[in-house]
């Protein structure tokens, strides 16, 4: 059975940067004192994420909700194993497939049905797997003779469409989206958050950042609250969520 499970996860990024004086100073301008410092040779380092204890189990559908810099994408990218906890632990049991950037990997020259093999075997498909979808995905993204020829031809929503297509052809026991992006016009679109649906239906655990509340309530069980780091509150959508929104109306 799936599962995630933090404890004590604490992530510290160290900023390679020349104007390390000038950025720390900035970055305490912003209320961010408790969580930036300076290592023994002078770099300085950010606490993105603070002493997280979290555990999701199957059938969660987790929204993670707080202002810019609370350190939601910086958790999801923890979970996808692209960052190592600093300190504490974290432990995982499923396939992850972490749809945080859906045109990583994807190679300018390549035509559209190579690229759709690249991107497939980045998010852990097998070859078997991506030739059985191949013609799926291809339909998908509606993109006919286009797929002969590189992608650098394609326009910024054709990749787009290429890419989420792929993207969303994977199984999942556990996915991990950051924001759901747009892919065309209303009718796509349509298709899109459908298959996107279909695909949170077939994971057992599924956790998402994005910016609209009302679409938390809609396709989630449970909320956390990511707040400078630190998790503020976790539980049921509905009690997470409103106590947020009356936290930053009272702001």
């Known amino acids: 059975m799936a599962f995630i499970e933090l404890k004590g996860a604490t992530l ?12 720390k100073r900035q970055v305490m301008r912003m209320g961010r004192r ?3 410092a300076e290592d023994n040779d002078g770099v300085v ?14 059938g969660d559908r987790v929204g993670l909700i707080g202002q810019n810099g609370a350190g939601k994408s910086t958790l999801l990218r923890m979970m996808s194993g692209i960052y190592s906890p600093t300190s504490g632990t974290i432990e995982s049991s499923g396939k992850v497939v972490p749809l945080l950037d859906i045109s990583l990997g994807m190679d300018e020259n390549s035509t559209g049905l ?18 059985a979808k191949q013609e799926e995905i291809a339909e998908f993204c509606e993109l006919g003779d286009y797929l002969d020829l590189p992608i650098r031809t394609y326009s910024s929503g054709m990749r787009v469409r290429l890419a989420f297509a792929v993207s969303t ?11 759901v992006m747009g892919v065309g016009d209303a009718v796509f ?15 057992e655990i599924v956790v998402l950042a994005m ?3 009302t679409e938390i309530r809609r396709v ?11 998790v503020r509150a976790f539980g049921p959508v509905e009690e997470v969520v409103s106590a947020y929104e009356a936290h930053v109306g009272g702001m």
């Open 12 to 23: 510290d990024l160290p900023i390679y940067d020349v104007q390390g004086r000038s950025l």
């Open 34 to 36: 408790n969580t930036i």
């Open 45 to 58: 380092v950010v606490r993105a994420l603070d002493s997280v204890d979290l555990r999701l189990e199957k």
């Open 114 to 131: 190579q690229n759709i093999r690249l991107r497939g075997l980045l998010l852990g498909m097998s070859d078997a797997e991506i030739r």
């Open 169 to 179: 052809a994977v199984e999942a026991e556990i996915l991990l989206l950051d924001e």
């Open 189 to 203: 679109m349509h298709k899109a958050e459908q298959r996107l649906a279909d695909l949170h239906g077939r994971s």
């Open 211 to 213: 910016h609209s509340n």
């Open 220 to 230: 989630c069980n449970k909320a956390l609250w990511m707040e400078r780091g630190r």
